[in-house]
Nanobody, 113 residues
Framework: QVQLVESGGGLVQPGGSLRLSCVAS????????MGWYRQVPGKQRDLVAS???????NYADSVMGRFTISRDNAKVTVYLQMNNLKPEDTAVYYC???????WGQGTQVTVSS
């Protein structure tokens, strides 16, 4: 059973930054696309960003230019650097891998003054 463990969420003021991390328990995940989704209560889970095993990236329009996804295949870890955070970025952020076959437990990000 593959486990994805997220960390790095928290409370930040508008304009601030956070860095999320997600480490996978199985090494083969380093050959799979990894990504981040987010969800607010009552709404569907939406893609934030994804990164292929070779480093190709994809971003939601709402985070383009503010968020950066990266990965370290040796550590089987994916990161999400979030800058210039806005209140509308408040959500539970989920790590995923393997075409959304595997999911983390989620980490709360709250942007508020």
């Amino acid at each position: 059973q593959v486990q994805l463990v997220e960390s790095g969420g928290g409370l930040v003021q508008p304009g601030g930054s956070l860095r999320l991390s997600c480490v996978a328990s199985a090494r083969f995940i380093s050959t799979r696309t990894m990504g981040w989704y987010r969800q607010v209560p009552g709404k569907q889970r939406d893609l934030v960003a994804s990164i292929s095993s070779s480093g190709s990236t994809n971003y939601a329009d709402s985070v383009m230019g503010r968020f950066t996804i990266s990965r370290d295949n040796a550590k089987v870890t994916v990161y999400l650097q979030m800058n210039n955070l806005k209140p509308e970025d408040t959500a539970v952020y989920y790590c995923t891998a393997g075409a959304q076959r595997y999911w983390g437990q989620g980490t709360q990000v709250t942007v508020s003054s």
